[in-house]
Every structure is written in structure tokens, then in C-alpha cells.
């Protein structure tokens, strides 16, 4: 294991993302994944591109750790001209959110926060994704094939919909999956 500075620690996962567990896995960790429900409400004075680690960090101080633990909490945001695009709850809002982004770029942004008794850090990755113009038939075949109601933005950059439709991304293309794995990796070094 790379991470010798963890290798007396118990790592917990705070997500139910499988993309998530799955990259995490990547770095060679075990951990185990605790996840609770919180309102992921944040107050409307703080700025759209800081609202994934406000929430990052909120999860995070919802659990209650021992002195051997260190949780690590995500949230992802997509932001389209400072709107944030949250997770569709129907077909239709999937729709309308992916013809806002048909032809723009967006912004990912994936907040994480690292926490341990003694320690906590919260960061945030910024990846820009270009869409080409997407066809009605090829939005809609998406979202009857991938049903993407768990993923902000309405969209998995892994799926079917990033294969046929990303024409470009500038940064971490793991953090529009969910998770900034390398930025990730560099602060557990350090932690």
C-alpha cells in the first residue's frame, strides 16, 4: 500500500456512489462505507461554485468518529452559468437538463472533505465538459437506457451519453465521475 500514514487507520467511505467505492478501491484503501441520510439544503449566501464542499463537509460532520477512524465525504455539483443542475427527479427534468447542456460547456465541481478527530480538510476539483449538440433521439435514448436520476446534471461521463456526446474536458475527468482521485490521493499523503 502506498498510503503507509493510513495503514493504522479505519478508512470510511461516507457515499453510495459504486463509481465512487469503485475509484477509491483503485488507490489500493480498504474501507468500508457508512453512509446517513442528510438535507442537502446550504444557505443561499454562499457561492454556487462552493456549495459542493459546504455540502462535502456537512456530511462529514454528521458522523461521529473514534480516534483510529478518517471519513471521507463527496458531493458533486454541475454548474451551467453559475445555475447548479441538481439530480433530475423524472424523465422530463432529465430532458430539459440535458438540452440546457446540449452545445455548452459546464463545470463539475466535486467538493470532498477528509476528516479524522484530530484533522479535516475540505477541497474542491473543477473540471470543464463541452457537449456537442445532442439530438432529442439520442437524449432520449439515454435516459430510457441509463435512467440518470442519481447523477447531478442528469448525466454519467462513463455512460452511453459522455461516449456519444463529450467533445471536450479541461481537468480531472475522475472528479465529473464523482471523485478528484489524484487531488484525493495527494491530501491522504499528507493527512
Not at 465525504?73 to 438540452?99: C, F, G, H, Y
Request: charged letters at 25%; hydrophobic letters at 35%.
Amino acid at each position: 500500500m502506498m498510503l503507509k500514514n493510513l495503514t493504522n487507520k479505519k478508512i470510511i467511505l461516507a457515499s453510495k456512489s459504486t463509481r465512487r467505492q469503485e475509484l477509491l478501491k483503485e488507490l489500493g484503501l480498504s474501507f468500508e462505507i457508512k453512509t446517513k441520510e442528510i438535507k442537502e439544503d446550504f444557505p443561499n449566501t454562499i457561492d454556487n461554485s462552493d456549495v459542493a464542499s459546504f455540502l462535502a463537509k456537512k456530511k462529514a460532520e454528521s458522523f461521529e468518529l473514534s480516534n483510529d477512524e478518517i471519513i471521507i465525504t463527496s458531493d458533486t455539483t454541475v454548474l451551467l452559468a453559475d445555475n447548479i443542475l441538481n439530480k433530475p427527479q423524472n424523465s422530463e427534468e432529465a430532458l430539459r437538463m440535458l438540452q440546457t447542456l446540449s452545445g455548452k460547456t459546464h463545470v463539475v465541481c466535486t467538493g470532498v472533505c477528509v476528516k479524522s478527530l484530530e484533522k479535516e480538510i475540505t477541497f474542491s476539483n473543477f473540471t470543464s465538459v463541452t457537449f456537442k449538440l445532442l439530438s432529442l433521439d439520442e437524449i432520449e435514448y439515454y435516459i430510457k437506457h441509463f435512467q440518470p436520476y442519481d447523477k447531478a446534471g442528469s448525466y454519467g461521463i462513463q455512460e452511453w451519453i459522455g461516449f456519444i456526446g463529450v467533445e471536450k474536458i479541461e481537468g480531472c475527468y475522475y472528479n465529473v465521475m464523482g471523485l478528484p482521485i489524484s487531488k484525493l490521493y495527494q491530501e491522504l499523503l499528507e493527512f
